[in-house]
């Protein structure tokens, strides 16, 4: 008979087992979904990051030279010679110039070794064309003439200096056949043109004169012929003068308020202070630029062309479009104070009973002039009122201000950062940087103001 031999087999549920390493993966997967969803869907905030910068406005003139200058004529007839070059600075006892009954004959100038351009003259006017040929630009074509002025004050101080070294050869020679010697009427820079503007004043200065459209200038030269009583020098006899400038309606009364004025010279790109004065004519507004030196500079020049700098700030360079107003509450600086067990800052809210309620904050701007701060009304109740550390003074939270300001994104989200504005152009200001409230070099801020709101998270 067969053995039957049954096996009794049970199963047995096996109890679940929680995995942690999972749970973890899940938890993250979860947030990456969210996070990158969130990005996705939320409006992105475009950063500026400040640097420091500047800004520069100036506008373009010509102006008309005004002048002490003394016309002074021949006292005799003869052939006429000088002695001092153009442009160069004589004293009421310096010899001028020499009348003759004929032509002079000299020698042409650098024809000894003692009239040849000495080695120093020489590198000075290498160093001039190098420096020219290094720094040249095509679009300031003014340079080639500036140097073209430079080497012919060199030739022709070196041509005055062997004219008038011949000169005082035949004088000493004997051989001057009616050589007389003239000096000068009185101190001054001496100068051998002639324009008619020379007796002009200020007040004689009308809008026509400002065009150099018919201007005409007359040149004496040497070994000409001339008569009693005909002009042959001028002297220049102070270093004050005045360029005047026809203004736009809105530049004169832009300028109107205005004492100085930064002034830069296109012709050499030397830039001076001037005294600023703006005239009103029934038919014009003249702009008149007094300097008190540097006259020897443009002694051969009626009119120049100059740029007036009227802003040149540097600071924190920032978009416009960044740049919002915000209102705060404005509280005395003595309402501040420090929590009982921390050194944050804040306030002591009055709650209605014996103790007030200590409530942090940030101070947004410290007016020093009236030793107020700046205070969000975001983190007070509405109708609050502050008590004054160790008084019983209370302060209503009702008085406002606006200030003008950035949102900062440096840490992830938005922190208001107050601004001064020292200039702007048409895209950007200029800030002043140093400001423990404000912002500093390299900082980020939202380029669009508009788009973010006080703490909210930058992605």
């Not at 409006?43 to 506008?59: A, F, M, N, Q």
């Not at 042959?232 to 004050?240: A, W």
């Not at 950062?417 to 200001?429: F, G, H, M, T, V």
Request: overall charge negative.
């Amino acid at each position: 008979m067969a053995d039957n031999n049954l096996t009794n087999i049970q199963t047995y549920r096996k109890k679940p087992h929680f995995n942690i390493g999972n749970a973890i993966f899940g938890i993250i997967l979860i947030y990456l979904i969210v996070t990158i969803f969130t990005y996705l869907t939320s409006k992105h905030i475009s950063v500026y990051e400040v640097r420091e910068g500047s800004i520069l406005r100036d506008t373009a003139y010509t102006g008309l030279i005004i002048r002490d200058e003394t016309v002074v004529a021949s006292e005799a007839d003869g052939y006429i010679n000088y002695f001092s070059p153009e442009g160069s600075k004589v004293g009421a006892r310096t010899d001028v110039y020499t009348l003759s009954g004929q032509k002079l004959n000299f020698r042409e100038t650098g024809s000894t070794e003692q009239e040849a351009l000495s080695a120093d003259e020489q590198a000075a006017l290498l160093l001039k064309i190098q420096s020219f040929s290094d720094n040249s630009d095509d679009a300031q074509f003014r340079d080639v003439y500036t140097l073209k002025d430079n080497i012919n004050n060199v030739l022709e101080s070196k041509s005055s200096q062997s004219r008038q070294s011949q000169l005082e050869e035949m004088l000493t020679q004997n051989q001057n056949n009616g050589l007389n010697v003239y000096k000068a009427a009185s101190d001054g820079i001496i100068m051998y043109s002639f324009d008619g503007f020379e007796t002009v004043t200020v007040s004689d200065v009308s809008e026509n004169m400002l065009s150099k459209e018919n201007y005409k200038i007359e040149t004496m030269a040497n070994n000409v012929s001339v008569k009693p009583g005909m002009p042959i020098y001028k002297l220049i006899t102070s270093d004050t003068w005045t360029l005047v400038i026809s203004l736009s309606e809105d530049a004169a009364k832009e300028m109107a308020d205005m004492k100085r004025v930064k002034v830069k010279f296109s012709k050499d790109n030397q830039t001076e202070r001037a005294d600023v004065e703006v005239v009103r004519t029934r038919d014009s507004r003249l702009g008149l630029l007094t300097f008190h030196s540097s006259m020897i500079r443009y002694a051969k020049e009626r009119y120049l062309d100059v740029e007036l700098i009227l802003e040149d700030e540097s600071g924190l360079k920032i978009p416009k479009s960044s740049v919002i107003n915000k209102k705060f509450y404005t509280v005395p600086k003595d309402y501040l104070t420090q929590g009982g067990n921390s050194r944050d800052t804040g306030v002591l809210v009055d709650t209605g009973t014996d103790t007030a309620e200590f409530k942090k904050v940030d101070v947004y701007y410290w007016n020093q002039e009236n030793d107020t701060v700046y205070l969000d009304p975001q983190v007070f109740e509405e109708g609050a009122s502050l008590v004054r550390p160790e008084s019983s003074e209370t302060y209503s939270l009702k008085a406002t201000k606006e200030l003008k300001g950035v949102y900062n994104i440096n840490k992830g989200y938005a922190v208001f950062k107050q601004i001064e504005i020292l200039c702007e152009s048409d895209e950007y200001y200029i800030v002043k940087a140093g400001n423990n409230y404000s912002l500093t070099n390299y900082d980020h801020i939202a380029l669009d103001g508009e788009t973010v709101t006080e703490n909210s998270v930058v992605f």
